[in-house]
């Protein structure tokens, strides 16, 4: 900031200068007013400046000469912008003294002062010409005093970016001439954006400020700070003591200087002291009373403080020491407390500058119940020289951390731009013994913006960090080495290793553009072993609607490769990883990413932009996936009505594609699979969906909507499909066989899996051909029916016998779909022996059926058989299948078929009494029915004598005799 104040006071002064000799001018005109315009053009010819004065001059020649101004403005170099203004002035000189080319003035007063000073990016500023030196102006000065009030300073400066505004100056001295001290009394406003400044400031001594003859005089200096700075806060700065120094002399004296600081660091009460009693550098003699520095801070309970003594000096600029620099620190942060002291002999030479600290041993001791013994031990030793001339520090140290050996070399090459190289060496670190076992903080939101790593810029440093062994919480690292550089442009840690647990780590990192910072990567990784790092309750919290927050990475600018020879995760294994990772603030790019995940090659490139409310997008290839390996039991089959959660797809934005080469999943098997997904706004669509499987091909599309209530609509065709292996992999049913074509058109809605089956609406359709029926024989029980048919017997139900199949050449059928049954009218099978019709209703969300199949008898079967069956042409043989999925019944009507028989073909054969006999039969008077076949009457019983006959065999029954007379007209 004492740069700007001089600029401020080099420019203000100029202004005044010009003042000045323009006053001289007036003086020496009688009516000054008749040539102003002479005066103007005499500025404007002599600094290519515009001077405007408004009002009239009024002067005074006894018993000096001055001048009374109003308001005055001045332009800035060659333009009409304005450098500067006053409201008003007064200046009066000594005449006699301007006969010997000295001006004496008398008190300037200068009122409302404004000025924009400026320094370029070139490091010139825009009030260079008014101190401009010129061979006619060997004038000495004497002025008796300065006065100005409400002034007003803009500053800007380009080379820093920066802007200042300086206001309410108010500024009074006292005599004012070359080469000499200068009572100052000033108070001024100072106000800036970056750093952000607002103070008041105020500056009253005896100064003197002799470039020439390199002497700075501070006597009776009084400096109050008031305000804010950065981020600190209810600043209060105070200064005092007096001050001389000759440095190219070595000569120095501080007497009665104190400083003391407070403020208030977001939300920590700072505060610094400095009390200097006395201190003086002479020819001959250094000496001084002991200097003291103090530091405390202050938040809640928290504190720390630190004192630093520097014992009286004593000896002569070529060698003085002192008898000792000592410190001790304190401080508590919770249950922890620590405290240390430190010590160290002190010797210096002015001349060459050189100063040592030979041995600067401390300890500290932190006692904390979270640390493994209830305290921790630290002690040091260092060896620190400094060569100011040659701007160099060199520092050897030794610490024991307890039980940890440290050891190292630091040396630093210049204090503008300091190059550092060091060299640390740790035998072993435990940080749960120095850290403890403090729960974790929750973490706050990473802020959206990247770091300012600016200051790296000034950093240039080189050096090497070797630790044995390193155990942080349950992280156990070994063989830890590293390179590390800084050039200003980039920070390099290069080569990187570290054995971390059972992982080998080696590759380099980096940051680069320290504006923007660019994290670079290029690691290496053996094996992983991620079991060890997850918990065994990961990924058991609920999942929220609310989409992922990554704002963070609006503040990630990184670019890198990481690969990784094995990774193990459950029971899964990967190997061959490979990563390459971009990351510009405004998307998130993985590409390539690979790898060999049990049995599959994966190849894809992933993106997230759009950080806010995050847009995924992917393109993965894989040449087989066994998704079925992935799915635990209770996945795979859940029990009971399985609530759907589509949370994730409220808030899911994504946009690719997936290309699997050989996909099994829920134990169905696919090749080519090629599924494209689109995914914004609570919708979710997956178009192409299409596949090769089971010797035939699919293609269709899926729709979630999960806005509300879910809503799925499912688009379908397969064609050339083997429908017999595909029901047998998806739900384990062998109940059909067939080759075709299948079309499904559906939408459901609901928030479970069970209200998905019962809401199902749309339709289906299939056309197969060459196929079977299976559990069910209808050519065989056609076959079979002389044996079949019982007219003595009711129907009865036949579960399904897998091993008998009723073949068909083609078989078409479509469903409509309401509220999750599918109805059917239109069945249409051919086989060999018979035409098949039905309708019937199969309810989806019970697992049920309910379907009546009318198989009809054709003369299309030949060979063994075939001609016997001509009686039954043109037969029905109703099939009614019933039962839940897994347990089909069928039932053939038998008794139905023996009606149809005996109504419509066997009554042709038969006359009189016995037609009639069968008619009663099938009318249900079995009796009527038995007195007709056995002639119309009964046997009469047998006479007397015929009973002493020879005895004959015992007569057949009246049902055996039926059944005979049956046969014989059926011809059985």
Known sequence: MNKYLKYSLFGVGGFVLLLAAIIAIIAATFNPNDYKTQIVQFVLEKKQRTLTIEGDIKLAFWPKLGADLGKVSLSEFKGDKEFAAINGAKVFLSILPLLKKELVIDTIRIDGVRANIVRYKDGSTNFDDLLSKEESQDVKFDIDGIIISNAAVNLTDEVGQRHFTLDKINLKTG???????????????????????????QLKGNLLADAENKRYLAKGLEVALNGAVDSLSKLDV????????????????VEGFKLSAKGDLQGQQLDVSLDAPKLTAQKNQVSSQQVKLNFNRVQGDDTFSAKLAIADLQGSPQAFKSSGISGEIAGKQGARTLAGKFSSPFTGNLETRVFDLPKLVGNVDIKDPALPNGAAKASFNLNTHVDAKQEKVAVNLYAKVDGSNLKGDVALAGFKQSSVKFNLTADKLDLNKLLG???AQPKKAAAAKPANLSALKTVLAQGTINIGSLLYDKYQVSNLAAIIKADGNAFTVSPFSAKVDDSQIKGSLGIRNFDRPLYVFDLDIDRINADRYVSSNAGSKPADNKAADLSALKALNASGSLRIGSLKYGKTQS?????????????????????????????????????DAPLYSFNVNIDKLDADRYLTKSEAKASGDTPLDLSAVKTLNATGEAKLGWLKLANVKTSNVHIGLKAAGGQVTASPFAAD????????????????????????????????????????????DGKGTVKVDITTQGNSVNTLKKTLNGSAALNLADGAIKGVDIAGSIRNLKSKINILKPQSNVGADQRQRTEFSEMTASFKISNGIAHNDDLNMKAPLFRITGSGDIDIGRESVNYLAKPTVVKTLKGQGGAELDALNGLTLPLKITGTFSAPKYNLDLAGVSAALAKSQLLEKIGGEKGAAVQKLLGGDKAGALEGLLGGKKAPAPAGDAAQAAPQSAPASLEDQAKKKLNKLLGF
């Open 693 to 736: 499987l089971y010797q035939g091909n699919m293609a269709g599309s899926l729709h979630v909507d999960a806005r509300s209530t879910p809503v799925i609509t499912f688009k379908q065709e397969m064609h050339g499909v083997a429908v017999g292996p595909l029901l047998v992999d998806a739900i384990n049913n062998n109940m059909l």
């Open 175 to 201: 005599h004012v001439a070359k080469g000499e001290p200068i009572d100052l009394d000033t108070q001024l406003h100072i106000v800036s954006a970056s750093p952000r400044l607002d103070a008041n400031l």
């Open 238 to 253: 105070k200064i005092s003591g007096n001050v001389e120094a000759r440095p190219e002399a070595n000569e120095f004296l």
């Open 437 to 439: 076992t403090h729960k």
């Open 575 to 611: 190997s061959n990883i490979r990563i390459d990772v971009k990351a510009d603030g405004q998307k998130l790019e993985a590409n390539p990413f690979s790898a060999h995940v049990d049995d599959s090659n994966i190849n894809a490139s992933l993106a997230v932009s759009r950080f």
